[in-house]
């Protein structure tokens, strides 16, 4: 069996982005993968503004504290002022551009006007020359790149785009994934479960997932446990679509179809793999047609236990939609973090055991962790890596995989 690295190289020497875009609109291009670099079309900020609310001065007119000058203008938000003449102050408000001549603002609690007086500043703290002044283009330059191709656009990236003045954005299109079930055990939630019955829980997990991603999803539903149906229903998915996912028959038993049933209609070039839980993996291709020039959908087949399943989502399906989407598939993220659990029965295979950080900035430990306890995924944020053969013990540092972070 390979390990889980070495399950993961293969898989990804595989995936190829798909080449086909479009245009959008910013508000349809959340959750897309920018397809090419997006450029700015103007400065931004377009001019010297002020990033507090105060007074534009002159630092040459205000070098020791105490300085008394004129109010000689008021620049709100979205006007312009006049040149600041020397002796002089603006009253400015934060986004407003700096007047030619000022060379700093002093906030307005630096600030009190002159009792007394008409119009009349003191400024009590003498500022340096540049002092809270956001300086034109300091944050983005016409014509130079906003956004790179690649990246997976959240609500920040559109906010850079609409700030570099664009309207729409040139995105890869969706990768489209066909997923179907097996087991005649299985039923959809609100039917009635025979003898022997369960929900298929898989089903609502791993559609969630791939949403999460922003793949365009087509549920194929739950496929009886027969060779002819799941041969028919590997060559519905292949016509339409970049990815087949499938979850269950994946195993040896003589009610799994689906090695017997992707050798048929394609290729199988990965079976199994030294993880728990997660040891059934398929990863394949099957053909669009009979037609060589119509090229093949990939396949990959996962566990039919629900905590399998969703763990060899994250771990391999994931970085290799990433792929196809034409993101940078990363490794996961983790972070060394101490163990407030015993673990002592070291498996020969790479263990991932569901966890919780807990208040006191450690791990605690579900205390199930059977790969049919989906519970144990929803209580805890994150795994434990557990390398091969290596118990833990309360106090070490171990390798933490946050979920949060491989959901997106």
Same mark, same amino acid.
């Given at each position: ?21 479009e ?20 400065d ?38 006049v ?20 060379d ?55 906010g ?9 954005l ?24 025979? $003898? ?5 829980s898989?089903? +609502?997990? *791993?559609? !969630?997932?791939? =949403?999460?991603?922003?793949?365009? %999803? ?58 728990k839980?997660?040891k ?42 990433l ?9 996961? $993220? ?7 659990? +015993?673990? *002592?029965? !070291?498996?020969? =295979?790479?263990?991932?055991?569901? %966890? ?48 949060d972070?491989?959901?997106?």
């Amino acid at each position: 069996m390979l390990t889980a690295q070495q399950a993961l190289d293969h898989l990804l020497s595989h995936a190829k982005a798909v080449e086909q875009t479009e245009d959008v609109p910013m508000q349809a291009a959340l959750g897309r993968v920018l397809a090419q670099n997006v450029n700015s079309l103007v400065d931004v900020p377009p001019l010297d503004n002020t990033s507090m609310d105060g007074y534009a001065v002159r630092s040459s007119d205000t070098a020791t504290s105490g300085a008394v000058l004129q109010i000689a203008q008021r620049i709100p938000a979205g006007s312009v002022g006049v040149q600041l003449e020397p002796g002089t102050a603006a009253r400015i408000f934060t986004g407003a551009p700096v007047p030619p001549g000022a060379d700093a603002v002093v906030m307005q609690e630096d600030c009190a006007l002159v009792e007394g007086s008409i119009g009349e500043v003191q400024i009590n703290v003498a500022p340096t020359a540049g002092q809270w002044i956001r300086r034109r283009g300091e944050d983005l330059s016409a014509g130079k790149t906003a956004l790179s191709a690649g990246i997976f656009l959240r609500p920040q990236e559109l906010g850079v785009a609409a700030s570099a003045g664009l309207t729409h954005l040139n995105v890869k299109r969706r990768v489209k994934v066909a997923a179907f079930f097996t087991g005649d055990e299985l039923a959809l939630p609100g039917e009635p479960l025979k $003898p022997g019955g369960i929900y298929n829980s898989n089903r +609502d997990t *791993l559609l !969630a997932c791939l =949403r999460s991603l922003g793949c365009e %999803v087509t549920d194929l539903g739950i496929v009886p446990d027969r060779l002819d149906a799941t041969r028919q229903a590997l060559r519905d998915a292949s016509k339409h679509h970049d990815l087949i996912l499938t979850s269950g028959g994946v195993s040896v038993g003589e009610e799994d179809h689906i090695k017997p049933a992707v050798t048929a209609e394609g290729r199988l070039d990965l079976w199994q793999i030294a993880i728990k839980p997660g040891k059934p993996l398929a990863f394949g291709a099957v053909r669009k047609s009979n037609e060589p020039k119509d090229g093949e959908a990939w396949f990959i087949g996962l566990p039919g236990n629900p905590v399998s399943s969703f763990v060899t989502f994250l771990l391999f399906v994931r970085p290799f939609i990433l792929k196809l989407q034409g993101r940078e598939a990363k490794p996961s $993220p983790s972070y060394m973090m101490r163990a407030d659990f +015993d673990w *002592l029965k !070291a498996d020969r =295979r790479n263990e991932f055991l569901r %966890v919780k950080l807990n208040q006191q900035g450690g791990l605690d430990l579900f205390p199930n962790q059977s790969s049919g306890v989906l519970t144990s995924a929803s209580w805890g944020d994150g795994l434990v890596d557990c390398p091969p053969g290596q118990p833990i013990h309360h106090g070490d540092l171990v390798k933490y995989i946050p979920f949060d972070a491989l959901l997106t």
